[in-house]
C-alpha cells in the first residue's frame, strides 16, 4: 500500500519556536517553569514537559507561584492586561508568541485607537482569539459562522476592519467576507471597510497542501490533538475531498477498517504534532495494513 506524507505536516514555525524555546529552559535553568496554557494543543508534548517539571498554569495560579518563576506565554499569545499581572508579581516573562499573531495585537491595537469597530473572524473560545480581544481598545466582535455574520449589525459603523484568527479555514473566512461586504454595501454611515487576511502562510499552505492529497488518495489520516483547532481545521477541508478521512491522535487510533480496498493512503497533520509522531503513524501503517 502507497503511504503519502503532506510536506508541510507537522509543527509550524510559531510553534516549532515555542517548544524549543521551552525545552532550552529546561536545559539552562534550576528554577521553577510554567506555562500559560498547555505550550501546545498535543497531549504527547504537554505530558513529556510535565515529566521534565513544566506546569501549565491558569492566570489565576500567578499568585502562587515561587517568587523566581519563570512564566512562557505561548505561541497563542495573550491580552494586553496579562503581561501587566506578570509584571505585577515580578516574575519573568518569556514571549513566545507566535509573530502572525503579534502582527494582529498590532493591527486591532491601533485601528482600535483609530475608532474602527474591529471584527475578528475565528472561535471566540480559543486562546489566541482571546488574546487578540485583549489588544482591542475599542468596540469589537467575534465572529464564527455565517449564522454570525448576518447576525452581526454594522448600522451606525463609519469605520470597519475585520482581522481573522490565524489558524481560520481560508475559504470559510472568505464566506463570511463577503457576507459581510453587502452589508457595508447597504450601510450609508460606513466610510472605511478594511478586511485583512490575517491567516498565516503555513497554515494557508498546508490547508491548500491537504485539499490536494486528500483527493488523490483512499483513505487521509489527519494527525493531530483533539484541542487543536487548526488539525480540526484540516479534517474538516480533507473530510470534504475523502470521505474516508480518519482524525487520529497517535497509532492507537488506527483500525485496519480505514484501509479497506485502499491501495494509497495520505497523511498529514497540524501544526502542534510532533515529527517524531507523524513518523510513528508512517511506519505502523507500512507494517500493519
Known sequence: MQVRTAALAGFCPGVKRAVDKVYELIAERDNPIFTLGPIIHNESVVEDLEAKGVRAISLSDLDSLPENSTVVIRSHGVGKSVYEEIDKRNQECIDVTCTFVKKIHHIVAEKSREGFLVIIVGDPRHPEVQGICGWCEGPHQV????????????????KACIVCQTTFNYNKFQDLVEILEKKSYDNTVLKIFSVLNTICNATEKRQ?????????????????????????????????????????????DLDSAMFQSSSCVGITAGASTPKKMIEEVQEHVRVEF
Not at 143 to 156: F, M, N, V
Not at 222 to 243: A, D, M, P, W
Open 143 to 158: 465572529i464564527k459562522s455565517r449564522e454570525d455574520a448576518q447576525a452581526l449589525s454594522l448600522e451606525g459603523i463609519e
Open 208 to 252: 491548500k497542501e491537504a485539499k490536494l492529497l486528500a483527493g488523490e488518495v483512499d483513505t487521509m489520516l489527519v494527525i493531530g490533538g483533539r484541542h487543536s483547532s487548526n488539525t480540526q481545521k484540516l479534517f474538516e477541508i480533507c473530510k470534504k475531498e475523502c470521505g474516508n478521512t480518519y482524525y487520529i491522535q497517535t497509532p492507537v
